[in-house]
């Protein structure tokens, strides 16, 4: 007998090891991925990238390369002159891990059957600009009927663009809508060889050198056309790893404190205008009066999830996606609400 009893407390230590192990759930639970692949959107028009908002502050002060650098793991940012119908592509082949994108680019993705989960919202209620010809005439989008009009489609400027004619009772049939991508478009329109684009700051640009006129803004619509921007992640990524995961939004969370204080507007325009190689004014002019808490809000709460709702319906209703979806059955906010506490704690400990 007292043989039997040695015999099992042997075994215990193996039996406790076991256990615990099917307590934590699959042992690749624990692994780290060799790198993160990250897809962004490419608004700059020079040599460098800029993604806008959250991603140049992450990039410039390398808060996702100095999170993870201990365990080796290399931080790959890929930016796309595509933007989202491109960066859809590359979820689809494996080829990335994580995307900012804007509204449409990740409903469209979603509602394709790609395997991506809403993890946070990284910008909300973006301006668009309508810009016309100098001397058009153009004032307004009734003022557009008939006329060629560049947009790029499957992106958030197309939803952006079709929710706007929609708040006037209009829509794309009543125009002749071409599709370009944002630096064809206002190429286009300083050649005069379209009479308007919908697009971003960007047309600024434009207006400044005397090439474009911008009689209205989403904002002067009383925001229909407002624009929202998300962070998703594949589901085979944050399954196998989402300890990493709730990482990646912690240091995303650091960027957005630094947004969301006053103090670094000016730091921001001048770090976004560098990267984009914008002008300076173009930024101070878009951002002008915007609060940074706000718009950088990265909350998955009732009025971000409420607007992609009326994103996703809308998007069905205009036959941009095949079958609207639930966005509540699409977000996990488990890990920003780890990561939103995790910074609160922080915060309170200095």
Do not use: C
Request: proline share 4%; aromatic share 8%.
């Amino acid at each position: 007998m007292p043989a039997v009893a040695r015999l099992l407390r042997s075994f215990a230590p193996v039996v406790l090891s076991g256990v615990l192990s099917a307590l934590a759930g699959p042992s690749y639970a624990q692994d780290l991925p060799t790198e993160i692949r990250i897809a962004v959107p490419d608004l700059s028009a020079g040599t460098d990238h800029s993604g806008g908002g959250v991603v140049d502050v992450l990039r410039d002060q390398q808060l996702l390369e100095k999170e993870f650098a201990a365990d080796g793991i290399k931080v790959q940012w890929l930016f796309f002159k595509g933007a989202g119908p491109v960066i859809n592509e590359a979820l689809a082949n494996g080829q990335v891990d994580f995307a900012y994108l804007g509204d449409l680019a990740a409903i469209i993705g979603k509602a394709s059957g790609l395997d991506t989960r809403l993890l946070s919202g990284a910008a909300r209620r973006v301006k668009s600009y309508l810009g016309v010809v100098p001397g058009s005439g153009v004032k307004t989008l009734e003022d557009l009927k008939g006329k060629q009009v560049a947009v790029f489609r499957g992106t958030a400027s197309q939803l952006s663009f079709d929710a706007a004619l929609a708040s006037r009772g209009l829509s794309e049939r009543d125009l002749k809508v071409v599709n370009l991508d944002f630096s064809a478009a206002n190429a286009a329109l300083a050649a005069r060889q379209i009479d308007a684009t919908w697009g971003n700051a960007g047309l600024i640009a434009l207006r400044e050198r005397g090439l474009a006129e911008l009689p209205l803004s989403t904002a002067d619509l009383g925001g229909a056309g407002d624009l929202q921007g998300v962070l998703v992640g594949t589901g085979q990524f944050i399954d196998h790893y989402p300890q990493v995961t709730e990482r990646l939004l912690r240091a995303q969370q650091q960027a957005l404190n630094w947004l969301a204080q006053p103090g670094h507007k000016q730091a921001y325009v001048e770090l976004v205008s560098r990267l984009a190689n914008y002008p300076a004014v173009i930024l101070a002019t878009d951002v002008e009066g915007e609060d940074f808490s706000r718009q950088f809000d990265p909350k998955l709460d009732q009025d971000f999830l409420g607007r992609l709702q009326t994103a996703v319906d809308f998007a069905g209703q205009q036959r941009l996606i095949r079958a609207p979806f639930q966005v509540t059955e699409w977000a996990q906010p488990r890990f920003l609400d780890a990561a939103l506490q995790a910074s609160g704690a922080a915060q309170a400990a200095r």
